[in-house]
């Protein structure tokens, strides 16, 4: 039975795609918006080349400004900062109020190269890393199975590909996996059968899942899940 259900908000992954800099004010004060709501769970910041992009270039300071700004005895949420290499690890691992490290692993070859320039074993050794020095510093990983949904490289896709993923990093002991829509190819018959196949590869595992729509679909691609999870087949 499903113990709870757990909703990432994700303003960084909206941001970053925009062409005009957001202040770092307004950042530090839609993300305070969002603590004092009561968001426990936020995709932040990340930690990546401000030369590939400009919009994360202020993460440091955005987490900085914003323990700064929180009323004293407000309780930090999970604050998760994405990095793609371990120069952005060491400086998520030094930033304070990121408890999070979140790595996109890609299963398109064309994709990985294109996004970090690395190979599926250069990648694979850095959720090694990402794995060892994260629990080391006492923070937590979650790692994203990029193009989880498939892809339009006309590249070899599957569910197969999925599940000896998610077997794999159950095998190294990744805690948390969160299966990315990463450029939408989603459908909610997609969704579906994607979950029917790995579902029994993720007992111990805490599985999520990362949808990118537009407002007309939203619901109709959650709400396969909703249902799983309503009717107690997602497992905690």
Known sequence: MVSETKLVECPRDAWQGLPDFIPTGDKVAYLRELIL???WHIDAVSFVA???????ADSEEVMARLVASLPNGTTLPEIIGIVVNEKGLQRALST???STIGYPYSISAYF???NANMTRAESRQLVETLQRETK????ELVIYISMAFGNPYDEPWGPEIVQDTLDWLKAIRVATVSLADTVGTATPELVHDLYAH???HVAGIELGVHLHSRPANAE???SPLMKLVAAGSIPP
């Open 37 to 39: 709501a009561g968001f």
């Open 50 to 56: 401000p030369k590939h992009v400009k919009q994360m």
């Open 96 to 98: 304070p109020g990121v």
């Open 112 to 114: 990985r190269r294109a």
């Open 136 to 139: 080391a510093a006492n923070k």
């Open 198 to 200: 790995v579902k029994d």
């Open 220 to 222: 109709a691609k959650f």
